[in-house]
Structures are given as C-alpha cells and as structure tokens.
C-alpha cells in the first residue's frame, strides 16, 4: 500500500477520501502518515484554531512533492488530486514539460542547449546504432586478422 | 584588469559540429583536430584577444583550468607568442601540474621549456600572483612547481563579479569556493595533486560572500567550485544553519540557492537535520561521486561508503526533495560482466529516484580512463593493466587488463551505449547525451 504523509505545525486532524467514500480519518499533532489508496483523492484538514489555508508539506512514499507536479489541487480547507498506477510517470512527465517551458524562447529549438542544461535528450537510437557497427566492423577486422 | 573568456567566444561562434569536434580533441576521444576549424579557432581567439589589448597592456595571463585544456593550450600558447611578441605571458592553473605525454615532465614545465610563456605559476595562484606583480618571482609556485597550499582560506578575499557581463552565460548562476581539496583519496582523482590537505573557509564568511555578491549582482543562483561541500559535516551544517538563519533575518535573501558537489557518507555522519537544514537553506541540486553501484568497486576506488549508505542518502533527499547528480564510471579495472548486470538492475531499482527528481540526472561520461598522477596510475601493475600503444596521451582510455581480460574498451563501450538505453527507456534525464555518445563513436573509431 502506498502511503502519504502530512506535515505541518498547525494540523490536527484529517479525513482522506477516495472516489468520494471515506478512507480515513483522525486526529494528529503537526504530521501524520496514512495509507493512499488509487482514485480522486481528497484530503480535508481542520488546522489548530481553525486558521484556515495551511499548506502542509506532503510526502507520497517518502517523497516529498510539488504540488503542481503532483497535479494537486490546493484549497483553504483541503487538497485533491487523482493517484493512479502511473503517478510517479505523470509526475515525471510534468517535469519535463515544467522545465521545457522554462527554456528561455531562443534556445527552444536547439537540442543542444536543451540536453546541456536541462539532460533532455533523445534516445539518440542512429548514434547508438552507427557506433555498434563500428564495435561489430573492428571486431570482424580483428577477428580476420 | 582585463579578461577574455575564450571558452565562452568559441562555444558562441563555432557551430555545434565544430565545438563537438573540438570537445572530442579536448577529451583525447580523438587525437587530431581539422586544418579548417584550428583555423578558425586561431581566428576567433586572436580577435578576442586583440580587442582587450592597448597600449597600457603589459602581461597576458592565461588560466589553463584542466587536464582537458593542455591539448588546445599548447597551441594557443604559440599563437599568441607569434601575435603578441612584445608582451609578458603568464600561465596558471590546475592543468599546469599535470603529467604529459606519459613522462615525468608536467605541463607546466612544457610551457616554459618551449618558451610558450615567460613565467607560470603552480597551484592556487591568489598570494602567489601578488608576489609575482610585486616582482618577486622567488616566491614558491612561481616557475618551480614547489608551491606550497594556502593554509588559511579565511585570509582571501571575496570573489568580485561586478564588472563581468554575466549576462552572456547560460544558467546565471555565480560561483563560490568552500574548500579545497578532498577527505577522500580516491584512486581515479588526481585533485591530491593539486591540493593535497583538505582547507575549508568558515561558514559565516560564506554567507557573507553570498550576501555581498547577491547585493552587488543581484543574482541568487550560487554554485559551489568545491570537490565536496560537506568535507567538513560540522561547517557544512553550520553553513545552513547560518544561511537558513540568515533569509529569516533578510527576506531579500529569501530566494538564495546553492548546489555543489557532495560526498555520500554514512547516516551516523550526515544525520537526518543536516538533510533537512539543506532543504531550508535553499540547497538546490547536489553533485554526488557514486561512480559505480557495486559496494566492492567503490571500496576499492576508496569511496568508503555502502549500499545502505546510497538508500539511506536517497530516502533523506526523498524527504526533502534535493536534486542529486549521480557521476557514474563505466568500465573501472574491476568491473566484471556481474558489476554491469548490477548496474543495470540498480537502474530499474532506483526509477523511482529518477521519475520524482530525486536522481536528477545521470552522468556517465565516456568509459574509464585512467590519468597520470592518480593512486591508479601507481596501480597499474597490481591490476595487471597494459596501457598499450595507443597514442591519446595522459587519459587512456585504451587500457586493458591481463587480470580481467574481458574488459576490452570495446567491452567498455557496449556496457556504455547499454546504460545508455536503458536510464533512457526508464526516464532518467541525462545531460549532453548526444556530445558523450559522439566522443564515443570518435573512440570507437579509434579502435585498432
């Protein structure tokens, strides 16, 4: 079961959802960690003296996230988010496309600059290919020889 | 003082072809450099250079940073001679205590010896340049390389950025010296070499030197030009502390960042708080030495730290989502066909790491080269490792070993394209694949 964990000062107590149907609930002092099962997440927190808008640090398995690469919709009083089989690849993916869009406008065509500074590159599957038949070319040649 | 960044002038007048073919010369991933392109490099650094001469101009001073900037320095050097016979050449810089061409003689001696230049300088250079504009040319360092290391990192001044049009860098960012030298003495480094006692600068100057450069330029990004960050725990932590303390005293430090490289160590040494006064400090990426997945590998290239200490590194930045840069060496002289499949499997058990940014990127670099001057270079009998004879000079990359016979730089380089494919199928970011796989594809062609 995967887990998530909430963490801030002011937090005493949650209840978790999935799909709507009440996972579950409780008091805390400042952090709990729960079990998160797959679906529409929603997590409603009641935060000491009801000082509503606390953003509590969340861990998903021990990562900690960033809500907009997590896809989680914060509000006042909760945050929401789906959590599916392909979370960590979503989360992946808008990543790159976050970095992507932080390239500066001249250099977003230069593949070049972009795998330099930002490690995104293609597989390069021609150069991989060219440079095994230089292995396999000088291996026959030694082999001859 | 006036400066060239020639590095910078060529990378922005050569087109990408030429500035690979040029990365592949540098690297010794091939060993000529094309008629037409020296010409145009000869060019462009004669222009820059020229237009930062007048008539008050009396010294040329050239910082030759690295093992990687010999081969392309012994050829500017002469050309400035011919172009600028009527001033006084200065060299400095790492690279001029490296061994060449495999004898005893070091670059630095070359650079004299062929009246490249009239005076170099050893080591670190800050007191010994002072010396030598006050003309006193016995000071250590200064032409004999029996520079002696600064003992007290405290005593330098701050580094001074105003002046630089900084804007014409990629990825702002100002640099910052924590430390010199490293606590390990790992047997593929050459960095004892140059700075054989680890010396660390206190933490509250550090802070200070951010602060000073932030107000001067208005940048945030810092990056640290230490082999390791966290040398010292103890002033590593308190440098956190203190800027972490400082961004709540001044919210217009608030956006401060810093990376650098890092040393894995043991959970007893690095505990958890130190992870998480990186987080509130502002630590944004770190640079880490992994170098291979198999605990035997790295005790043998005397990283001293396990497996556990590699999960227990990666949970902590997990909890505390710190960016980390694996460096990875392929192909060390031990490495048997079981390290790779380990490797691999490694890939696959830290995806995870790599899809939440935890593992950043990867690293691999080309395959395992051995330099002059490092523990392993002393190694080479007891490894059974024949260097051949392949004519890339002080990086070998053609190295084979009668004790592990298999290990071919062939061998080396499918296991390279094979790590290639597969952190690629698996999501991880690696910068400069396609410079990497080309200087590949320049060693393979190289193959005899």
């Known amino acids: 079961m995967h887990k998530i964990a909430l963490e801030h000062p002011s937090l005493t107590s949650f209840t978790l959802y999935a799909d709507g149907a009440k996972i579950s609930e409780g008091r805390c002092c400042g952090s709990i960690e729960i079990d998160l099962p797959r679906g529409e997440i929603e997590v409603w927190l009641n935060p000491m003296d009801k000082n509503w808008g606390i953003v509590p640090r969340i861990r998903i398995d021990g990562f900690l996230v960033n809500t907009y690469l997590a896809g989680i919709d914060v509000f006042d009083h909760m945050f929401k988010f789906i959590f599916a089989d392909d979370f960590f690849w979503r989360y992946a993916n808008m990543n790159v496309a976050s970095i992507l869009s932080s390239v500066p406008a001249q250099y977003r065509d230069d593949e070049g600059y972009i795998s330099k500074y930002f490690g995104l590159s293609g597989a390069n599957t021609d150069l991989v290919r060219d440079i095994r038949l230089i292995l396999d070319e000088k291996s026959d040649f030694h082999n001859n020889t | ?448």
């Open chain 2, 1 to 448: 003082m006036k400066h060239v960044d020639l590095n910078l002038e060529l990378q922005s007048q050569l087109d990408s072809h030429e500035w690979q073919q040029l990365l592949s010369y540098c690297e010794l991933a091939k060993d000529t450099l094309d008629d037409h392109l020296w010409n145009k490099i000869a060019a462009i650094s004669i222009k820059h250079v020229r237009s930062h001469i007048d008539e008050y101009t009396a010294i040329l001073a050239f910082s030759i940073f690295s093992i990687y900037s010999i081969r392309i320095a012994g050829r500017i050097l002469p050309l400035m001679r011919d172009h600028f016979p009527d001033l006084s050449f200065l060299c400095g810089g790492n690279a001029l205590s490296s061994s060449i061409d495999g004898s005893k003689q070091i670059f630095g001696e070359k650079i004299l010896h062929e009246g490249w230049a009239h005076n170099v300088i050893y080591g670190e250079g800050e007191v010994a340049l002072k010396h030598f504009l006050q003309g006193d040319l016995l000071h250590p360092g200064i032409n004999v390389a029996n520079n002696q290391q600064i003992e007290d990192l405290d005593s330098l001044p701050f580094a001074d950025y105003r002046g630089m049009d900084l804007d014409r860098y990629s990825g702002k960012r100002l640099l910052l010296t924590g430390s010199r030298g490293c606590v390990r003495d790992c047997t593929f480094c050459d960095i004892a070499t140059v700075w054989p006692k680890f010396r660390y600068r206190s933490a509250a100057l550090l802070v200070e030197e951010m602060r000073k450069n932030f107000y001067e330029t208005g940048i945030d990004r810092f990056e640290f030009t230490d082999s390791l960050i966290n040398g010292s725990t103890k002033n590593f932590r308190k440098f956190n502390e203190l800027l972490y303390d400082a961004k709540q005293k001044d919210p217009a430090l608030s956006g401060i960042t810093y990376s650098g490289q890092f040393i894995c160590k043991q959970s007893t040494n690095m505990v958890p708080e130190i992870y998480e006064l990186m987080h509130l400090a502002g630590c944004k990426q770190i640079t880490v030495g992994i170098e291979s997945f198999s605990e035997h590998i790295r005790f043998h290239m005397r990283k001293k730290f396990t497996n556990a200490d590699i999960d227990y590194h990666l949970e902590q930045c997990a909890k505390w989502a710190l960016p980390n840069v694996f460096l990875m060496i392929i192909g060390y002289p031990i490495e048997t066909s079981e390290d790779h499949a380990y490797t691999l499997d490694c890939l696959r058990k830290y995806q995870r790491f790599g899809q939440m940014d935890v593992i950043s990127y990867l690293r691999w670099g080309l395959t395992m080269h051995i330099y002059e001057d490092t523990p392993l270079s002393k190694m080479m009998d007891d490894l059974g490792i024949d260097a051949g004879i392949h004519n890339v000079r002080d990086g070998l990359y053609a190295w084979n070993s009668i004790l592990n016979p298999g290990l071919t730089l062939q061998e080396r380089i499918k296991r390279r394209l094979e790590v290639h494919e597969l952190s690629y199928e698996l999501g991880y970011k690696m910068p400069m694949v396609n410079a990497e796989l080309m200087s590949l594809k320049a060693l393979a062609e190289g193959l005899s």
